[in-house]
């Protein structure tokens, strides 16, 4: 079954604990991003990714790293997490080729950070 | 920059009635623009999209019009079901070599039995 896979579904930590939130693709796709989703702004972008290694910031990039070293694996770092990154996160990904792909997103991953 | 704006939510509404969530977007250049849904503890779904003025995208009874003349996206059901309550978000994709998706807010919408 085509499916974008993010581990964990629910994370608590408190602040300054690094943590990684997974993602992995089986569609071969070659476009990968990242999404946050907040009450009354809707999804936000915070960084993608063309291809193996090629990486770029979105909107909302402060806070957070990422790496593409395999085409299937997005995953997202938050090095030093603070309370304001409390959120629902979304994987997501495409087909490259432009902006007629439609994405795939995952399941979400809902963060608390204390 | 690019935005999409959509109707204020929640929406509620009795079963079999008509549906209507307005989107209106902004945007330089020639924008796709999408319907995408969220189902409870699940992450969005292509609902329809249009790529170009006047097209008319439709999935599972919903249909959306690309308007450029009023830049507007809106979605419409003739007859919703229990089973179509879910958030919708309205989104628009026109930064070619990122295939970003700008979203609105999104609308919440319940139906009534």
């Known amino acids: 079954e085509a499916q974008v896979t993010q581990n964990p579904r629910y994370l608590i930590t408190v602040t300054g604990k690094k943590l990684t939130v997974t993602c992995s693709q089986n569609?071969?796709?070659?476009?990968m991003s990242w999404y946050r989703q907040d009450p009354g702004l809707g999804l936000r972008q915070i960084y993608y990714?063309?291809?193996?290694?090629?990486?770029d910031k979105g909107d909302v990039p402060e806070g957070y790293k990422v790496s593409r070293k395999e085409k299937r694996n997005f995953p997202l770092i938050l090095e030093s997490p603070s309370p304001n990154q409390t959120s629902l996160y979304f994987c997501?990904?495409?087909?490259?080729?432009?902006?007629?792909?439609?994405?795939?997103f995952g399941n979400g991953t809902r963060l608390t950070v204390t | 920059g690019n935005s999409v704006t959509q109707m204020e939510g929640p929406v509620t509404l009795s079963e079999e009635a008509f549906l209507t969530i307005n989107c209106t977007y902004t945007?330089?250049?020639?924008?796709?623009l999408f319907w995408y849904v969220q189902y409870p503890g699940e992450g969005l779904q292509l609902l329809l999209k249009?790529?170009?003025?006047?097209d008319k995208g439709s999935n599972k009874g919903f249909e959306a019009t690309y308007r450029k003349e009023t830049t507007s996206f809106h979605l419409e059901k003739g007859s919703v079901q229990v089973s179509d309550s879910a958030v919708y978000f309205c989104?628009?994709?026109?930064?070619?070599?990122?295939?970003?998706?700008?979203f609105g807010t999104g609308t919440r919408l319940t139906i009534i039995p």
């Open positions: 997501a990904s495409s087909w490259t080729g432009g902006w007629n792909s439609p994405l795939h």
């Open positions: 569609m071969n796709h070659e476009y």
């Open positions: 990714s063309m291809n193996v290694e090629v990486t």
């Open positions: 945007a330089t250049g020639y924008p796709s």
């Open positions: 249009a790529t170009k003025a006047d």
């Open positions: 989104a628009l994709s026109a930064d070619f070599g990122n295939e970003k998706l700008t």
